[in-house]
């Protein structure tokens, strides 16, 4: 499921897009994989450095680690700080730090005259390594993953 982020002047707004209105086969990409190969390149780079350290020889894994490197640096140079995400219906990559996460509420939605439908909203608030702090605003099926995250957590 994709991910809606709209900044606002009170935060961003981050909502899951509805799959039934897309046609497209090909799976997107979540934010949890993009996190995930971030996480796992992150620690294959501690071990290269420690190795590095232990003058070891290189390993038959050396190429596969390079390769992730690769991808590593390629995201690496796609993240953007809190500051710069302005723009509404743009894609930004943000590393954050949870600062506090909040309960999920439901809110009353018309979306026709007599057929009031409820929302599930979280807010969660972040900051980066700009020291910029913003409220993120989660709802549909994004506000559950606010269950997830801890203060202190860090997330793509």
Known sequence: NEIHI???????LCSQVDSSHKNSSKRPRKCEDSFHLFHSAFKRQLVSKRAK????????????DQERMTEFKKLQKKLSSLKNCCCKNQKYNVLVTVVHPCHIKEIQVKTRPKSPCKVPVATIVVI????TERKV????????????????????
């Open 6 to 12: 709209e900044p606002l002047s009170s935060g961003i």
């Open 53 to 64: 350290l232990h003058s070891s020889p290189p390993g038959p894994g050396t190429r596969v």
């Open 128 to 131: 980066d390594q700009s020291e």
């Open 137 to 156: 605003v989660l709802w549909r099926g994004a506000a559950f993953w606010s269950l997830t995250v801890f203060p202190g957590d860090v997330v793509l």
